[in-house]
């Protein structure tokens, strides 16, 4: 490749290629396939072609998600060619914003756009053509829901494997498979029709899951039952209690889903009541309908019941441990339970003692208490807090030089790679040097001027060595104003105190000891130092610069 920064070679014309496809129908060798038209192009056009970039099976709808395109992207900020080549323009992209983005930031890095179907791209093309991608994008959409439709409305299953039943394979006269085909699983679903039952007779969906994980019956994924299992999500037909397959009705078009443009990702959304299709199979019921009734009976009672918050993203932790206990049994999370405040294992709640054998529940208030204390007595003792700010210090230190040295290396690395590239040039422009071999060393140093460039973007510069000297203090008459705070629980002093301890611990793991009422904590955090009382032992692990794990027995 050329140097981006010498006029003169700059104006040759070095193309990298760009295929894609994303149906499942096609294959590899449509990636092939568009390189081969995309390399005869580029000879008819004089343009020499350095690189070729491609993703395979993946949507044009985004390009956050394209591996391919960004690693092309990232040599075109290089300088590693300066026209890019693909079939048409919507193997770039079929977003209208995308596109123009693309050709936007493509033109900034003096990198145009020719294919094999517009020529040579400009703002018109990007305009007429990507409106049109956009539109052809929506009227594969439109057709693809219409088809699906008309399986649901042919008796027929549009998604994938549901607990109870196993796919059916069989194939028309014309031997393509026939998709959607269903049969039940009679084993499956008799525990369905189990779990119908006892929900109808009063069991709680924890109970439930309970005891199918005590009887060792297999999950639909193969694991523990969880309570979210059977009781899901009303409004989204999840859970077992809420399919209404299992009362012979096939539902599509409950819920539609929409990417995101700038993380390719797709989220779910509520989809339009109206659009809704019901189908139904009566060969496919497992329920009947009078117990299918008694379960929704139930549930809009348990639904009617107590009012809960619908907004708990908006709300404080009342807690200062709320969302940071562990069970150091089993790993799972642990919970409130009860109006005393006190914290169980949820997987033990959820899934039953075959789950986890720690069934006591341990006071938030005693593991708070001993969470201010060990914060002022211990953690801000004037010689840890030397201690610990001495270590980071070094800390930062040894980062700084490490990461100093790194970039040393890769900017040595970038200026050899220049002069190298730069004494070819001005050989071949004495006339001293010529032929293809030239070239091809250009390219090969001009990518790696691309990565070393990119590298060093990528490379974190030096950290700034800047320790308060009264940070001690600070801190000390921060916990102080804390502990006393957290007496009044619905002050706003108390909530923000909250929040501060919060940003400091990451994990509390609770283990329970032999001897009744005694736990054993372990503490993850930032700045973390936790003692226990009376015989319990803690183990604290600090997590932020140069702090290293303690153990505090008292």
Request: aromatic share 4%; net charge positive; with cysteine.
């Amino acid at each position: 490749m050329i140097s981006a920064r010498s006029p003169a070679p700059r104006s040759l014309p070095r193309a990298a290629l760009y295929a894609r496809f994303s149906s499942d129908l096609q294959k590899q060798t449509s990636i092939e396939d568009q390189f081969v038209a995309c390399r005869a192009f580029a000879a008819r056009q004089g343009i020499e072609v350095v690189g070729a970039f491609e993703d395979a099976g993946i949507s044009g709808a985004s390009i956050a998600n394209r591996p391919g395109f960004l690693a092309m992207e990232r040599a075109a900020k290089g300088g590693a060619f300066n026209v890019v080549i693909c079939e048409a323009l919507d193997r770039l992209s079929r977003s209208q914003a995308d596109i123009a983005a693309i050709y936007e930031d493509l033109r900034f890095h003096g990198v145009a756009i020719h294919t094999i179907s517009e020529g040579v791209v400009d703002e018109l093309h990007v305009g007429l053509k990507g409106t049109m991608n956009a539109l052809f994008l929506q009227e594969i959409r439109r057709k693809t829901r219409r088809g699906l439709e008309g399986v649901v409305r042919d008796g027929r299953h549009t998604g994938g494997r549901v607990y109870g039943y196993a796919i059916r394979r069989e194939f028309d006269a014309a031997g393509e498979p026939i998709r959607g085909l269903r049969d039940i699983v009679p084993a499956e679903a008799e525990v369905v029709v189990e779990i119908f039952r006892k929900y109808a007779a009063g069991a709680s969906p924890r109970a439930i899951a309970a005891d199918l994980n005590a009887r060792g019956v297999p999950s639909p994924r193969g694991k523990a039952w969880n309570a979210s299992t059977i009781n899901g999500n009303a409004e989204r037909g999840n859970g077992v209690i809420h399919n209404e397959l299992y009362r012979g009705i096939l539902v599509f078009g409950r819920q539609t889903w929409l990417k995101d443009r700038s993380t390719g990702a797709r989220n779910a959304r509520k989809g339009d009541p109206a659009s809704i299709v019901r189908q139904e199979v009566p060969d496919l019921r497992i329920v009947p309908e009078e117990l299918w009734l008694k379960v929704r009976a139930r549930y809009e009672e348990n639904r009617l019941g107590p009012q809960k918050t619908s907004s708990l993203a908006s709300v404080r932790p009342r807690h200062l441990l709320s969302g940071k206990l562990t069970c150091g049994c089993c790993g799972g999370p642990m919970i409130r339970s009860g109006s005393e405040q006190r914290f169980v294992c949820s997987w033990r709640r959820e899934r039953g003692s075959a789950a986890c054998d720690n069934g006591r529940g341990v006071k938030g208030a005693d593991i708070a208490a001993r969470v201010l204390t060990a914060l002022r007595d211990r953690l801000l003792a004037p010689d840890i807090v030397a201690s610990a700010m001495k270590e980071a210090r070094l800390e930062m230190e040894k980062r700084n030089r490490a990461a100093r040295g790194r970039r040393g290396k890769l900017e040595a690395e970038l200026a050899e790679a220049k002069r190298r590239s730069e004494r070819l040039i001005d050989q071949v422009a004495d006339g001293v040097l010529s032929g293809a071999a030239i070239k091809d060393k250009l390219s090969v140093l001009e990518v790696q001027r691309a990565a070393l460039e990119a590298a060093l973007t990528a490379e974190e510069a030096p950290s700034p060595i800047s320790l308060h000297p009264g940070i001690a203090e600070h801190y000390r008459r921060v916990v102080i104003d804390l502990a006393q705070a957290l007496h009044r629980s619905d002050s706003e002093a108390a909530a923000e105190a909250r929040d501060l301890v919060r940003q400091l611990i990451e994990t509390v793991v609770v283990t329970p000891l032999p001897e009744r009422g005694r736990f054993a904590l372990t503490v993850k955090g930032k700045i973390a130092a936790l003692v226990s009382q009376d015989g319990d032992c803690t183990t604290v692990v600090g997590a932020g610069v140069g702090f290293e794990p303690t153990t505090f027995r008292l």
